[in-house]
């Protein structure tokens, strides 16, 4: 497919989208929730031609070279499956908010004023790796009563369209137009130049895969963007603490999954815990594998480690989202010193205390200027299924009206609503 082509099918593409995304807006919530049930049904019952689809894209991926982890997030398992449909059903459950008013007030002048909550319209998303981001897209769409046009990755090309066949098949089934999701079925990358060209047809884009795609997606991009850079989380282990459960928590922030975004990749210890929970929590990263990047205070402590990956760490190691074994160790005075860390260094993802002090909680919560802010729990919490939000097409560091996980409500907007009994202004 030529340049010209390429063009000429996205803008189809767009056009289809629009023209579906009136009728989404229209479809009341019992046929949009028909849809989702059904999909969770087809995903389930196509176990096999999923797996055979998915099993094109691994045996090309493992040919290219393509890096392990990338490899991994590539999997369509039955775990994956399921999870996925298990998100389809848990949004078709929740409330419809699209048209719902709110915050309705009497003026003065006898007016009544509110807000009502209003779709998008249509989004554009671009992925890479994950195939299960096709259907986290869609349902959300769906649910959100929006059109998508989505574009992953040229590595889960055939894993994409065949998910992408059953949401279709879902749409038509509950007798809603398919055009409301639609996946760009070429690789080639002048469609992603397109599609963050096209405001005519494009209310919204958000990426999702690593830094130098969303870099280019913000850059290029014509219509607003949704996005975060890097996921450089941390876990604040405060004074006084449980140590019992600070293991436990840090543990599950690094090691539970190395590659997603909400990992925890900087450790930061106060001082007056710091010997008693640095050699535990050493021994635990000693065990796994995990290289630690110290400061001097936190190798001092972490030398008497058997077995212990130890380095000195570099400024840069404050700023890094390691995505792989590997993490940035400090110790700080105390919860000042920890905010004031986190605030210059991380980026401002998810961000976790592990504490016995309420004051010191509070203050955590109200300064760390995160997207996600934790109190005693793991920072692997922050995405949309564990927030409820039934699935999220994904987390945003930008501060207008999506921040976090984004579900349902980020992909909707406000408008105002005005109701009157013949008022006129004098």
Known sequence: MNA?????????????ARQAAARMARADAATRNRALTRL????????????????????????????????????????????VAQGCEQLAAMPDIVGEVTSLRQQPSGIRVGQMRVPIGVFGMV???????????????????????????????ESNKALARLVQQALREAG?????????????????GQLIAMPTYVD??????????????????????????DG?????VDDPVDLEMAVRVTDNAKTQKYSPCNASEGLLVARGVAPAFLPRMGAVFAAKGVEMRCDAQAKAILQAVPGAQLKDATEQDWYEEYLAPIISIKVVAGVDEAIAHINRYSSHHTDAILTRDHLHAQRFLREVDSASVMVNASTRFADGFEYGLGAEIGI???????????????????????????????
């Open 232 to 236: 450089n989380c941390h876990t604040y």
């Open 127 to 157: 992925f890479e790796s994950r195939p299960n981001v096709t259907v986290e897209a869609a349902s959300l769409s769906i649910k959100s009563g929006n059109a998508a046009i989505l574009r992953g990755g040229s590595e889960a090309i």
């Open 176 to 192: 809603l137009p398919e055009d409301a999701v639609q996946l760009v079925q070429t690789t080639d990358r002048e469609a992603v």
């Open 396 to 426: 945003s560091t930008d501060k207008f009206h999506a921040r976090g996980p984004v579900g349902i409500e980020g992909l909707t907007s406000l408008k105002w609503v005005v109701l009157g009994q013949g008022e006129v202004r004098g």
């Open 204 to 229: 919204l884009v958000i990426p999702r895969g690593g830094k130098g795609l969303i870099e280019r997606i913000s850059r290029e991009a014509k219509v607003p963007v949704i996005k975060h850079l």
């Open 4 to 16: 010209l082509n390429v063009a000429e099918y996205v803008q189809t593409l767009g056009l289809q």
């Open 40 to 83: 969770a049904a087809l995903l389930r019952h196509s176990a096999a031609p999923l797996a055979e689809a998915n099993g094109r894209d691994l045996e090309r991926a493992a040919a290219a070279g393509l890096p392990a982890p990338l490899q991994d997030r590539l999997k369509l398992t039955p775990t994956v499956i399921e999870t």
